[in-house]
């Protein structure tokens, strides 16, 4: 039996392509193990899923000061180390990586043991522990065509990202009820990944009133992040995070606010969800959300309102207008060349595997 170990962790976004590519492995024969981070959110979602999870020491790469980066290292030489056991032990035939900084040792454990590695890269540019990867690997698959003048010529492939199958699948009924929604007012969803984003919320739930005068509300606030005199609003639902419900809840939503992680971007393409997109700022970040929104507004699917510009007011205003000219931004997304990548991305595993 062929046996593949799929690695990614830090962040669902990191964890979410690995589950989108499992059901399809399994059809294709693979064992499948994963890799991750002792506790990280990858252990909870992996595990529930019933695959095979290894834990290793794993240290963040930080870009900023912080006294963490002096033992850090350390924990990634560790892991580097538990890594290469564990790639010698399973013998897989080869490694997949969404990335991540539990993914490095990972991918070093790999190309030390001889075993060919696939790394994803979803956004516009590199992350930092992709970068460190990539001089290890021996294929890189990304989502932007604008990626590859970033990555080495004879490893860059472009593939798309790969979607799951259930977020197509939506049950409207059922996100209704979940929610507790009626079909009177349109639908506003807000989600900020997993671990939430704490100044829209902020300016969300300042905004609400206004809000819910003309919309209903999901609020994917993230972990922590619940306000529980909240909760008895009516046409107000919040969650930290959902996983499997996901699917209904898009499936019922008129207009989504979010982050503009290369993921859920990718997602609400596919769905066709007119959507606003609040990039984290540069001061947050190595500046990749920037970027991919760029991309899709410059497209036409994507209404963008900086961080920097976020008030009650304007966000209200960015929901309206994507909501009065949803009809054009269907229209835009619907003309998209942009692909699910999951059939991309196994192709290129089956032709490296039977190299």
């Keep these: 039996m062929k046996r593949i170990v799929l690695t990614g962790g830090g962040t669902a976004g990191h964890v979410t392509p690995n589950l989108a590519l499992i059901p399809h492995l399994d059809k294709l024969g ?19 899923k019933g695959i095979p999870y290894h834990g290793i020491s794993s240290g963040k790469l930080r870009r900023y000061k912080d006294l963490k980066n002096l033992s850090d290292p350390f924990r990634v030489i560790k892991g580097a180390g538990q890594a290469t056991k564990l790639i010698r032990k399973l013998k897989p035939d080869i490694v997949f990586s969404k990335g991540g900084f539990v993914t490095v040792p990972v991918i070093l454990g790999a190309k030390l043991n001889r075993v060919p590695s696939i790394i994803h890269e979803s956004d516009m540019t590199p992350g930092l522990a992709n970068k460190i990867s990539i001089p290890f690997a021996t294929k890189v698959c990304t989502t932007f065509a604008e990626t590859l003048q970033h990555l080495p010529e004879n490893k860059a492939v472009l593939t798309g990202t790969p979607i799951r199958e259930d977020i197509l699948q939506g049950d409207k009924e059922k996100g209704l009820q979940l929610c507790k929604f009626n079909k009177d007012k349109p639908v506003l969803l807000m989600t900020g990944g997993s671990l939430g984003a704490v100044r829209i919320n902020d300016v969300l739930r300042e905004a609400l009133d206004g809000i819910l005068k003309k919309y209903q509300l999901v609020h994917l606030c993230g972990k922590n992040n619940l306000k529980k005199e909240l909760e008895d609003i009516s046409g107000y639902k919040q969650f930290e995070y959902v996983s499997d419900e996901m699917s209904d809840i898009l499936a019922i939503s008129d207009v989504v606010i979010s982050r503009s992680g290369a993921n859920i971007i990718s997602e609400l393409l596919a769905l066709k969800k007119p959507h606003v997109l609040i990039p984290l700022p540069a001061s947050a970040s190595r500046g990749d959300q920037i970027l991919n929104a760029a991309s899709f507004e410059k497209h036409g699917y994507s209404y963008v309102l900086d961080e920097e510009n976020m008030t009650p007011k304007t966000i209200l205003k960015a929901v309206d207008t994507v909501y009065e000219k949803r009809t054009e931004y269907i229209n835009h997304m619907n003309h998209s060349k942009s692909s699910n990548g999951i059939s991309n991305i196994l192709n290129l595993i089956d032709e490296l595997v039977n190299k």
Excluded: A, P, R
């Excluded at 693979?30 to 529930?48: C, P």
């Design 30 to 48: 693979f064992d499948v193990h994963y890799i991750g981070s002792y506790n990280g959110i990858e252990k909870t979602l992996i595990e529930d």
